[in-house]
């Protein structure tokens, strides 16, 4: 059994790194920004006013929300609906840092993590035991502290930047580039505000993606997780 942690700014690849280096070790993967993004959604879509902290706490105490697991086909279902899709429009994006930001949501959202990595460790989930691959913001440092391999995936503004244009916007020229600030900049500095993850804490080890593909960062997580599960 085998529990890795993945968190990192937004556009370091923690999703894309993450799903490849689940299917490779033949675990569940569980994407913790989406179960944020699926909570924006919930109160968006309920008309809650996103500064209302205690409103916001209590309708995403109630959401009914299930996370899959399969790193091939990670779906988000929401009331019986799936929303894989809806949670990544630019509205969810711009908006999802106001939830984030919640304490109490914080708290709600960190204990259905905790449950769904527990019940990674146990025979019957989804990895049926085998464990499971966690990526987010808070999860070396917060959710899972005693992960087996805690990794911290960073790569330079400008290679994030343009990692996130040409997935929005299918360009990386200047204005494209400028397009996307919003969603990488300015959230990161808002969400940076309730989590750490630009420097790494004690027995994280970083990976900077600046200079790699995405396979060479895979591979470079998937040799952390080597060189920490045999020791
Ligand atoms: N090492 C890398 N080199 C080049 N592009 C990458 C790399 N890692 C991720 N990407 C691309 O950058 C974009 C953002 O990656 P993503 O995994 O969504 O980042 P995050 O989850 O950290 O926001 C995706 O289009 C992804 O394919
Ligand atoms: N463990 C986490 C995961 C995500 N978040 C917040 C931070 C982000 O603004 C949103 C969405 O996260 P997501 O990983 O989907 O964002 P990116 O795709 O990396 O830009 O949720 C968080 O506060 N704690």
């Known amino acids: 059994m085998v529990v890795i942690a993945v968190d ?4 370091s690849g923690k999703s894309s790194v993450s799903r490849q280096v689940a299917r ?3 675990l569940a993967y569980l994407d913790t920004g989406a179960m944020y993004r699926a909570a924006t959604l919930w109160c968006v ?17 109630v959401m009914p929300l299930e996370m899959g697991l399969d790193p091939a086909a990670p779906i988000v279902v929401l009331e019986g609906r799936d929303v894989s ?10 908006a999802v840092s106001a939830v984030a930001t919640n304490l109490e949501v914080r708290a709600e959202l960190r204990r259905r993590q905790r449950q769904i990595i527990e019940a990674e460790t146990r ?34 503004e400008e ?3 343009r990692r996130r244009s040409l997935e929005v916007h299918g360009a990386d020229d200047a204005a494209a580039v400028e397009a996307t600030k919003d969603q990488v900049l300015r959230r990161d500095r808002d969400d940076a505000t309730v989590s750490q993850f630009h420097v790494a804490a004690d027995g994280v080890v970083t990976v900077d993606s600046s200079e790699l593909d995405l396979d060479q ?14 020791s």
């Not at 960062?217 to 045999?230: F, G, H, K, P, R």
């Open 8 to 11: 990192g700014p937004s556009g």
């Open 123 to 156: 025979p019957g989930g989804f990895s049926d035991g085998a464990g499971i691959v966690a990526e987010g913001r808070d999860i070396t440092t917060v959710v899972a502290p005693d992960a087996d391999a805690r990794v911290l995936l960073t790569a330079s």
């Open 45 to 61: 879509e309920r008309g809650e006013d996103l500064a209302d902290a205690r409103a916001v706490a209590h309708a995403v105490r």
């Open 217 to 230: 960062t895979v591979e470079a997580v998937l040799a952390v997780v080597a060189q920490v599960t045999a």
């Open 85 to 94: 899709a809806a949670i990544r429009s630019t509205e969810i994006s711009t």
């Open 159 to 161: 290679a994030r930047l």
């Open 24 to 26: 490779r070790l033949r």
